[in-house]
Nanobody, 120 residues
Framework: QVQLQESGPGLVKPSQMLSLTCTVS??????????WSWIRQPPGKGLEWMGS???????YYSPSLKSRTSTSRDTSKKDFSLQLSSVTPEDTAVYYC????????????WGPGTQVTVSS
């Protein structure tokens, strides 16, 4: 059973970079069919997929966030990370890491989520 746990700062100042890490247990981030993903939910809004990194290191990003988003992984530490640059208050959200396991299950595993607030 894959378990995910997000970690990172709860408060980020505008224009700074947001960095989050997701630690994986019970599974391997090199599992071929999985994509390790970041999803967020701003207050009062729906879920927004941000980006994913595959077992081979290939990356995939939402077109609306591609210019500010980067994902990476550390196979030795069994974690993967998100960097979001030039944040604004509109980036305030609960950030989730999740695992895309393929169809039809979709995102089969989720972390509990971490609140990130962008404020000066």
């Amino acid at each position: 059973q894959v378990q995910l746990q997000e970690s990172g700062p709860g408060l980020v100042k505008p224009s700074q970079m947001l960095s989050l890490t997701c630690t994986v247990s019970g599974g391997s981030i090199t599992t071929s069919r999985y994509r390790w993903s970041w999803i967020r939910q701003p207050p009062g809004k729906g879920l927004e997929w941000m980006g994913s990194i595959g077992a081979d290191g290939s990356t995939y990003y939402s077109p609306s966030l591609k210019s500010r988003t980067s994902t990476s992984r550390d196979t030795s530490k069994k974690d993967f990370s998100l960097q979001l640059s030039s944040v604004t208050p509109e980036d305030t959200a609960v950030y989730y890491c999740a695992t895309w396991v393929g169809t039809p299950s979709g995102f089969g595993y989720w972390g509990p989520g971490t609140q990130v607030t962008v404020s000066s």
